[in-house]
């Protein structure tokens, strides 16, 4: 184990479009996104009765929940199967002599891409991105492009993975000498000289350097408080050139003083991220990915970990821009398989690994946000003393990738008491992942005084624990908790039930109709649950001091029982008709000594905080539910009948082929949200877009996110509406029985 590391990282991103690269090519542009005019056909490739679709795609999501479908409770329940794309490509004169490349982001899973009846390329594993070069089956004129996607082979993932063809997919073109656009590299001998680096590629095959050098003279480090981004390019004159972005900062960390971000000690509040964007399945719209990134900031996370696959470029994109660190995870498991029916990463890992590891760093390796790759999660050959060897290759094949030689870590986990043998695997990372095993830190310390620790996974109820030791030990690093969204698959995984339904965790029995997780921050409509902002208050100084929220009384629905990753359901609401002069539990999060809590003007109490937080239980009477602490308030008042639909839109315009999500509440006629409404909602688009998806919270809702219908839940919901390409208004108008109709026009 490296005992002590200090590193300067300095990285890129790759901007998505490269200028023109000559005058005698204006007209084509290096990087050319390829997302439209597909044809889709299901489990068929006769294409005579495909419909078109756009990129991203995900045609798990378009279908129903199905409780026989194959990817069972893992798979949210939704059908796979194989699918067939098709494109035809127009390619014109200029690009005569040319080197023509198309780059597929990610295809989930098992692709094949045939160009002109020519087997071109494909990938088996369906979170690499991967090249394919069809400068020999390329024709002036028209080519059909064809890409088989097979997903039918069940269970082959342990949370949603979506199928179809559901990353971008881009048109590279390039003179027959180029620079390979995963070789570029940046470096610093420090802070004030840039370095970049990258291989050119000649037309008959061999490789020379391309190198430069930039003086930096006031360098404006980037961190989450402040992620700033520096752009250059590499060219060869008359040839060809690529713009990057990048970000310079150091990185520093060891057991005695904890990790330094820019010589600055920084703790890691992170949150575990699964790849799907809930109601809109697995397709990674960039949009979507940038507002998943923003959702984790608002959230007070300034870390995330790309848990258990390496996630769109889209969202290291928006993770650069927003400020998050990430940890950078390749695989799940290694050579022994995770599933039931043996088709998962195991059947391809002797074969596969080091290509697709060379595909996450090599793509990967320029991002300022990532501080930390990971090789696996809880493999399960760990108490085999052949998982030493492969943690030691799969570390050093990273290492040789990544000039900057970040930190390499795997998600560590036993669930019995022989912990202490898996010293020679933790041995062979830099950084050791814990997953639940936070407690076992200060004896570990004692044993090996050098490791450096970080919780890679947590219960959501833990969050004052694990926040305490991370702040008592310098060697732990920080905190990553399961999960920061609500995500597809592992269904049922931190629900709560009632007494009378079904008992148990997502992992002992199929929960259906239960498609997907509850154990997020967020929600799948983006809401902040209480357990995010009692986190936030806990790790951000700066951030919101006072929360007011209230446990759902035991037996108002039900009687509650919880599960291992969920809370206590709790909501920020004081509308609870029908429970007057009951009893109900208020939690006040804050970080001052005391609060007082008072019920329509009156004093109810006053409490001393504990763990930042105070509990208060009074009967229920509808009114103004009011905490002080510090100066500050905050106020809950019960809402009256729905009066009204709100919606909001995160935007005012779309670009094309863009989203808008549009949040929709149903208030009274003070325009307080209903907590209790779970309204039939109708919507219609009308204009220049179309629906994308509709859903709310409840992540055992049967109704389908394609429909243009849903509940409520909560008094919430969500809608999705998508550019159709051109420019031009689009009217989102949603209807509910005996409310008006409300709309938003997005231009």
Not at 105 to 132: C, D, I, Q, R, T
Not at 411 to 435: F, K, S, T
Not at 484 to 493: A, F, R, T
Not at 520 to 536: A, N
Request: charged content about 25%; aromatic content about 12%.
């Amino acid at each position: 184990m490296r005992q002590k590391a200090t590193t300067i990282l300095l990285m890129a991103a790759m901007l998505l479009l490269a200028s023109e690269i000559s005058a005698e090519s204006a007209k084509l542009q290096r990087k050319q996104l390829l997302n439209d005019q597909w044809q889709f056909a299901l489990n068929d490739s006769n294409f005579n009765h495909a419909r078109n679709v756009t990129l991203p795609h995900d045609w798990s999501i378009e279908q129903r929940f199905d409780v026989n479908a194959p990817a069972g409770n893992d798979g949210a329940y939704l059908p796979t199967g194989k699918g067939w794309y098709r494109r035809v490509l127009t390619l014109g004169k200029a690009y005569e002599g040319k080197k023509v490349r198309l780059y597929f982001e990610g295809v989930y899973m098992n692709s094949h891409v045939y160009v002109n009846g020519h087997l071109a390329g494909g990938w088996p594993y369906g979170y690499s991105g991967f090249w394919v070069d069809v400068t020999p089956y390329i024709n002036i004129g028209k080519n059909e492009i064809v890409v088989s996607v097979d997903n039918s082979q069940q269970k082959n993932c342990r949370w949603y993975s979506g199928s179809g063809i559901y990353r971008n997919v881009w048109l590279v073109t390039t003179p027959k000498t180029y620079i390979d656009d995963w070789s570029v590299q940046v470096s610093t001998p420090d802070i004030h000289h840039v370095e970049l680096s990258a291989n050119v590629i000649r037309e008959d095959g061999t490789t020379y350097p391309l190198k430069r050098t930039i003086e930096v003279q006031q360098p404006h480090l980037w961190s989450p408080d402040d992620p700033y981004l520096y752009e250059a390019e590499l060219e060869v004159p008359g040839t060809d050139r690529i713009k990057v972005t990048y970000g310079i900062r150091t990185i520093e960390y060891d057991a005695e003083q904890g990790l330094r971000l820019n010589g600055k000690p920084i703790k890691l509040n992170g949150a575990c991220l699964h790849h799907d964007n809930g109601i809109l399945g697995a397709a990674a719209y960039d949009e979507a990915e940038y507002r998943k990134a923003r959702l984790m900031k608002e959230a007070g996370f300034n870390a995330v970990r790309t848990s258990h696959n390496p996630p769109s470029e889209a969202f290291l994109r928006a993770c650069d821009e927003v400020g998050l660190l990430v940890i950078d995870e390749v695989f799940d498991g290694w050579r022994e398989h995770k599933n039931e029916n043996i088709h998962d990463y195991s059947t391809l890992f002797d074969q596969w690994w080091e290509r697709d590891v060379d595909a996450m760093v090599c793509r990967d390796r320029l991002h300022p946000s990532i501080f930390c790759w990971s090789t696996g999660n809880e493999v399960i050959e760990r108490k085999k003393i052949e998982v030493v060897k492969t943690a030691h290759n799969l570390a050093e094949r990273i290492r040789a990738n990544d000039p900057q030689r970040r930190p390499v870590t795997s998600a560590l986990a036993a669930w019995d008491r022989d912990w202490d043998i898996y010293d020679p695997l933790a041995a062979e990372h830099d950084i050791v992942g814990y997953n639940y095993l936070i407690f076992l830190a200060e004896n570990d310390h004692k044993r090996v005084p050098k490791r450096v620790i970080m919780q890679t996974e947590s219960y959501p109820r833990d969050a004052w624990n694990n926040y305490r030791q991370a702040m008592d030990h310098t060697y732990i690093l920080g905190d990553f908790v399961w999960t920061g969204l609500d995500y597809l698959g592992e269904s049922g995984i931190g629900r709560y039930y009632y007494e009378g339904e079904t008992p148990g965790e997502s992992w002992e029995r199929p929960l259906y109709p239960w498609h997907a997780a509850y154990c997020g921050d967020v929600d799948f409509t983006g809401l902040r649950k209480p357990i995010s902002h009692y986190r936030s208050m806990l790790w951000n100084e700066k951030g919101e001091s006072l929360f007011l929220s209230v446990l759902e009384p035991d037996g108002y629905y039900g009687k509650v029982k919880t599960s291992m990753w969920s809370t206590w359901p709790m909501q920020e609401s004081w509308t609870w008709p029908g429970w007057e002069g009951k009893p109900v539990v208020v939690e006040v999060y804050s970080r001052e000594p005391k609060v007082s809590l008072y019920l329509n003007g009156e004093l109810v109490a006053e409490q001393p905080t504990k763990e930042m937080k105070a509990t208060f239980t009074l009967p229920y009477q509808p009114g103004t539910l009011c905490a002080k602490a510090g100066g500050e308030q905050r106020e809950l008042q019960t809402a009256g009948a729905p009066a009204a639909i709100r919606l909001t839109a995160d935007r005012n315009s779309i670009s094309a082929n863009g989203l808008a999500f549009v949040t929709v509440e149903i208030v009274d006629a003070q325009g307080r949200v209903v907590t209790t409404a779970d309204n039939r909602l109708t919507f219609s688009v009308t204009g220049n877009a179309t629906l994308l998806a509709a859903g709310n919270g409840n992540g055992k809702d049967e109704d389908p996110y394609y429909d243009n219908q849903h509940n409520t839940w909560h008094g919430r919901a969500l809608a999705v509406i998508r550019n159709n390409g051109k420019q031009g208004k689009a009217k989102l108008t949603v209807t509910a029985n005996g409310l008006p109709s409300a709309s938003v026009t997005i231009k």
